[in-house]
Structures are given as structure tokens and as C-alpha cells.
């Protein structure tokens, strides 16, 4: 699941800042909510961090909210952080003495989640003995303060106040929330979902596979910066934010769209469900009961290209090949045969029984390398894909 950043937007000319900010933290797959003070209402309508970030904008501490009549504590539960970016001297005071007289400042006090700061004001203000002694009792309770900068400020004046470059802002944001961005740089190829093999134009030979591990490992490895290409075969899933989705049918294709990638990645993933078989002659009218019982009472089959093993056979030094197996028996066995015999660096292992695995949101899995095995217990597919990766960055 995505974490959240609750943003909280008080009265500055910076607050221009806050759409960077909130753009920098979407990037790298973090979910941003707006809560406004009424004074940044005045510089920037509520519309445009709507706009942005396509969730409702909190500001009033009495506007109705239906369903949800306790609105900044359901705010408060909600962010992983909050981070109050540009934060005026005002709130920075308001917080210091525990002060809750709108949207924002309740829930500064109402939530559990850490608060990061990112003050912005006159040089003045900034270093008045109030403002100081009022970020020192923050900093004192655990408040995280990114320091203003140095420079012309929007009244005029020269000096420290200027709202930290939002790059700053996020990557400290993205710190507190623990969000890693370990694989900025590397190219992370991912095949997904099953293969569709044709007997004729209206049937086929597949499997149930959803492409959701896939997707899933596809997402994770773009949060965490790297440039992901998916070789999917069909499914009902949308591309990934940041994601290139190539979209195949056959075994066969998906070999050439991957031999024409494997190369250029360091990291390659193969959960594709690939049909182990293909009809030999797939015919190109429909068959017909009666006229073609033969051909459809019995089809002839020929053997599909194994992906994996092709890839991990061509595997450069470096390179890192994960496989997958579903099994429905002698689970991590059967997985240590598979990677040995594919020259994959590791295989992740499910059992294949009914409700895990195909097409749903949650997986158990095994994950064999040489050094051993680790086990998982059930857990969403999106969080299963962050352990996929550590384990694969550990090789
Ligand atoms: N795989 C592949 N191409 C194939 C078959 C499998 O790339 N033609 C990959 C899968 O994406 C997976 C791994 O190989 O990463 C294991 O697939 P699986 O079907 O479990 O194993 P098989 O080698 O097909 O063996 P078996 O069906 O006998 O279990």
C-alpha cells in the first residue's frame, strides 16, 4: 500500500513551492493529502492541490465532511508524515505551545505521525528569539526542521527565510518515511501475466494468471527509482505510474520483446505464467463441431520457448535473474531445481493452491537463493514485491 504525506500549507508567497513538493513526493509513489490554513487559501486556491493530487482539500475545521464528522482525527490517522511545508512563524508558534484553533493545527496535535517542518519567512521573523525558542521546543520533542535558506526573500530583504528547495524537502520527507531509493539508475525488466496461445481466432490455450506480482514488483521497483519496462502478456491491469508496459499474446512474442531488452537491464524478473505449450497449427478460421472434430478433438501440441532459461543462459556478469515457481508440492525443492537449471540468482515459491497466487492481492512466498531460503508469510502483493526486491539487491 501507497504510504501518505499529509501536507500542511500555511500562509507564504512560497506556498508556489508546495506544487513541486507535492509532485517530487508522487514520483516516488507516495500518496499526498492537503490540509490548508485559511491564510494559504488566500494565495493559492484549494482547487490547485485538488488538481494535484486528486483528493479532496481539508481546510475548515467545521466544513462538512459526510461520513466523517471528526475530520482531523481521521486526517491525523491517515498520514505516514506530516509535513507542514511553507510553515509560517505563526504556526511554528501555535505548535510549539500546543495551540489547535484551525484544520491544521488540530491535527498537528491530533496525529501520531512524525512531523517534519520546512520553515518559511522574513529574515526577522526567522531569527526573532520567539521563532527560534519556538523551533528549539519543537526540535526538542522530535520535530524534524528543515532549515530555511539563505538568499533575496519575497519582501525585499536579504537574509535566512527562504523556504528550503523542494528537492530538499522531499528527499528529507522521503527519509522520515522511510521510502527507499535504491535502484535510482538501474533498469529492472519485469515479464508479467499469462500467455495466450491460439488454436483458432475465437479460442485458446492460457491460464488464470492477473499479472498483479508483476505489476506489483513493477511498481515497487519504480518507486524506488528505477526505470522499469513490463513485457505483459494479457490482463485487465492499467500501466503503472512511470512504467513502460509492453503488451504481447503469445510465449513467443513475449521471448522477442524480452531478447530485445535483457541486455540493457540489471535487474530481470520474470513472473510471466507462460504457456509451457502451443498449438502446432493454430488455425486462421474458426473450427468448426462437425466439420474440423478432428482437429478440435485433438490438437497438437508443440513446446514454447522457455523465457527464463533462455535469458539466465545469455546472463551477463552482474546481472541479476529472479524466477518464479508455482508449485503444488515439494515447494522450495522444486524451487532450488528451477533456479539451478534456469541460471536464475534466485526463485520466489508459492504453492499453488486455491485463493493464493492466482489473481489474488495477497501471497505467501518462499524465496530460495544460494546463501538459503526465506520464508514469508501471507502479505499484500505490494509489500511482497519490496521483500522481493531487498532480497535480489542482497545478492
Ligand atoms: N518461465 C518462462 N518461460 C516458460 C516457462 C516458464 O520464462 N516457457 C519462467 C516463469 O516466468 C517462472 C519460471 O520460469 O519464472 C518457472 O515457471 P514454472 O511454470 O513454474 O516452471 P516450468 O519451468 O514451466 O516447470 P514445470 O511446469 O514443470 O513446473
Redesign the pocket.
Known amino acids: 500500500m501507497k504510504k501518505t504525506v499529509l501536507i500542511g500549507v500555511t500562509g507564504c508567497v512560497a506556498i508556489y513551492k508546495t506544487c513541486e513538493i507535492v509532485r517530487g513526493l508522487q514520483k516516488a509513489g507516495v500518496r499526498c493529502k492537503v490540509v490548508m490554513t485559511e491564510s494559504a487559501t488566500h494565495f493559492i486556491n484549494p482547487l490547485m492541490f485538488r488538481s494535484l493530487t486528486r483528493e479532496p482539500v481539508a481546510v475548515g475545521l467545521f466544513d462538512d465532511k459526510p461520513g466523517d464528522p471528526i475530520h482531523h482525527i481521521s486526517l491525523s490517522k491517515e498520514a505516514d508524515v506530516f509535513l507542514i511545508a511553507p510553515c509560517t512563524a505563526n504556526v511554528i508558534a501555535k505548535l510549539a505551545n500546543g495551540i489547535a484553533d484551525d484544520l491544521l493545527t488540530t491535527t498537528a496535535l491530533a496525529t501520531e505521525a512524525p512531523l517534519v517542518i520546512a520553515p518559511a519567512m522574513n529574515v526577522n521573523m526567522y531569527e526573532h528569539v520567539a521563532t527560534q525558542q519556538n523551533m528549539d521546543t519543537l526540535k526538542s520533542r522530535g520535530v524534524r526542521f528543515i532549515d530555511a535558506d539563505s538568499g533575496y526573500l519575497a519582501c525585499g530583504d536579504v537574509g535566512k527565510g527562504r523556504l528550503a528547495d523542494p528537492d530538499v524537502i522531499v528527499q528529507a520527507t522521503l527519509e522520515v518515511l522511510n521510502v527507499k531509493r535504491d535502484l535510482v539508475g538501474k533498469r529492472v525488466l519485469i515479464?508479467a501475466g499469462p500467455t495466450v496461445e491460439p488454436i483458432d481466432p475465437v479460442r485458446y490455450i492460457s491460464n488464470p494468471s492477473s499479472g498483479k506480482m508483476g505489476f506489483a514488483l513493477a511498481e515497487a521497483a519504480a518507486d524506488r527509482g528505477a526505470d522499469v519496462v513490463v513485457v505483459s502478456g494479457p490482463v485487465s491491469l492499467s500501466d503503472p505510474e512511470g512504467v513502460e508496459v509492453v503488451r504481447v499474446r503469445t510465449?513467443c512474442d513475449m521471448l522477442a520483446a524480452v531478447g530485445e531488452r535483457f541486455d540493457a537491464s540489471d535487474i530481470a524478473i520474470?513472473?510471466?505464467?507462460?504457456s509451457?505449450y502451443r498449438p502446432a497449427n493454430p488455425s486462421d478460421r474458426k473450427l468448426k463441431k462437425g466439420a474440423d472434430d478432428s482437429a478440435l478433438a485433438t490438437i497438437e501440441l508443440v513446446k514454447?520457448?522457455?523465457?527464463?532459461a533462455t535469458m539466465g543462459a545469455r546472463k551477463h556478469a552482474g546481472q541479476i535473474v529472479v524466477?518464479?515457481?508455482?508449485?503444488t508440492e515439494n515447494v522450495e525443492e522444486n524451487a532450488s531445481k528451477?533456479m539451478a537449471a534456469?541460471n536464475a540468482d534466485m526463485v520466489v515459491a508459492n504453492l499453488a493452491t486455491e485463493g493464493l497466487a492466482f489473481g489474488a492481492d495477497d501471497n505467501a512466498a518462499s524465496i530460495v537463493t544460494a546463501a538459503g531460503v526465506q520464508r514469508f508469510e501471507t502479505m499484500p502483493k505490494s509489500e511482497l514485491a519490496h521483500r522481493i526486491l531487498d532480497a535480489a539487491l542482497e545478492l
Open positions: 515479464t510465449a520474470f513472473t510471466a505464467a507462460v509451457d514454447n520457448p522457455d523465457i527464463l524466477g518464479f515457481a508455482a508449485e528451477k534456469k
